[in-house]
């Protein structure tokens, strides 16, 4: 664990290392794309709204070349059981990431508030987009408790956030 001080306040995070696997060899780039492609950052967690944002990524946003950084917020990243949990979460979707779309992927474990650690990744990335789900709560229940999507809508800068809706109970997922 690392931990890094920005401002007054600390923030510890994890690296989780994800299955390295091996990417097709470069095909033609698009216009005006960089090389070694986009960064795109994805917050997940256990649930289906996280999942189904992760797949609607897969599915519409990457190309070759791209790579997938998957974020997700714990309230100690030194709690070994929600860790394990976390990175076997992780190992999962990074292959699912290979196998859907031939991109790569990494993986971070942040400690502390989701919407402010996933804002600073997005500061320390500057990805093409910040990609994430939304519990689908009503505008009460959202004001009184809060939003996390709504918080990273107005506070993250340096990026896009793109917000997906979750699917239909019992919809199919989009890969």
């Known amino acids: 664990m690392e931990t890094v001080r920005e401002d007054v306040e600390e923030y510890s995070w994890r690296d989780v290392k994800v299955p390295a696997l091996e990417t097709q060899p470069e095909v033609g780039k698009e216009a005006g794309e960089r090389k070694g492609g986009r960064d795109i950052l994805v917050a997940v967690d256990h649930g289906p709204k996280s999942k189904f944002a ?15 950084h998957l974020i997700h917020a714990v309230s100690s990243v030194k709690n070994e059981v ?10 999962k979707l990074a292959i699912e990431a290979f196998q859907v779309a031939m991109v790569r992927t990494k993986a971070r474990i942040v400690e502390g ?9 997005a500061d320390r990335l500057k990805p093409a987009a910040v990609v994430m789900g939304t519990r689908g709560r009503g505008i009460i229940q959202s004001v009184l408790q809060g939003s996390v ?13 793109i917000i997906v809706p979750g699917k239909a109970a019992g919809g199919e997922s989009l890969t």
């Open 82 to 91: 929600v860790y394990e949990m976390s990175e076997r979460l992780m190992e």
């Open 54 to 68: 992760f797949d609607w990524v897969l599915a519409h946003l990457c190309r070759t070349d791209d790579t997938v």
């Open 113 to 121: 508030d989701t919407g402010k650690a996933i804002c600073k990744e």
């Open 149 to 161: 999507s709504e918080y990273c809508f107005h506070n993250c800068k340096s990026a896009p956030v």
